[in-house]
C-alpha cells in the first residue's frame, strides 16, 4: 500500500530491441535451449560460461574484451548451430542493457517485431499494471526507426488497432537495415533483415527473470 492507503498498480516495461538482440531471443528460445542468459558484459559471459555444461555463446565482445563467441547475434547464424539442450549465452548492449537494469519495474518482457502480438496478448492478461514500452535504440544510446516502429506495432495491438508495417520496410532497408546488405556477411548476413521484420513470426512472449549482472530469458 501506499503511505496514503491506496494501492500502487504494479509495473511491467517491455524492453524492444527488434534489430537484432530479441529477435535472435525468439528464434534461440523456438528451438528448445537448456537454458538462454542474457549480459552486457564480456566477463560475465566468460564466467557463465565456464559453469555451463554445453554453452553456445553469442555476440561479439564489447571494445577492448579479449573474447571469442560462437557465433554473432543474428537470427540466422542461430539456425547454423545446434541449440537444443544448450545453455545460450548472449552478450549484447542494448537490448541486455534494459533487460538486466530496468529500474522500478515489477515485471521484465523482451520483445521485438517477430514476437509483438504475442507481447501484447500477455499484457492484456495482466490486470492492474501500468505498461511502459520501452525501445532500447541504438547502443541503448540513440533512437532507432525499427525499435520505435516496434513500439507503434505492439500499442496498435494493444488497442486493437492495426497497424501495416509494410508501409514502412523500405525505410527500415534504406536506414538501419542497410548493414545486412554490406560486405561483413558473417556479422550481419542479409537474411537476417526478413527474419527481423517477420511480424508476429512466434506466438510466445519472453519474460526476463534477473540476476545480478545478467537476465534468464524464459517463454511465457
Known sequence: MSP?????????????????????????????PADYLVTTSSAVAARLAR???????????????????????SPTRTLEVTVAGRTVIHRTQAGA?????????????????????????????????????????????????????????????L???PFDLTLSVAALRDGPGRYFFGDDQWQYPREDFERCIACDRFDFAIRAERHGDYARLVRC
Not at 511491467?12 to 527488434?18: M, P
Not at 554445453?54 to 547475434?73: C, M, Q, R
Open 159 to 161: 488497442q486493437s488497432d
Open 97 to 157: 542493457t534494459g533487460v538486466v537494469y530496468a529500474a522500478k519495474t515489477d515485471l521484465v518482457l523482451a520483445a521485438s517485431l517477430v514476437n509483438a502480438a504475442a507481447t501484447a496478448r500477455y499484457l492484456r492478461r495482466l490486470r492492474d499494471y501500468t505498461i511502459t514500452l520501452m525501445p532500447m535504440g541504438h547502443e541503448a544510446v540513440s533512437p532507432t526507426l525499427e525499435d520505435d516502429l516496434c513500439r507503434t506495432y505492439i500499442a496498435s495491438h
Open 4 to 32: 496514503g492507503g491506496v494501492s500502487e498498480r504494479s509495473r511491467v516495461t517491455v524492453v524492444i530491441d527488434a534489430f537484432r538482440a530479441f529477435a535472435t531471443a525468439c528464434y534461440v528460445l523456438d528451438r528448445q
Open 51 to 73: 559453469e555451463a555444461a554445453s554453452p553456445l555463446l553469442v555476440g561479439k565482445p564489447e571494445i577492448g574484451a579479449d573474447f571469442t563467441y560462437e557465433i554473432p547475434n
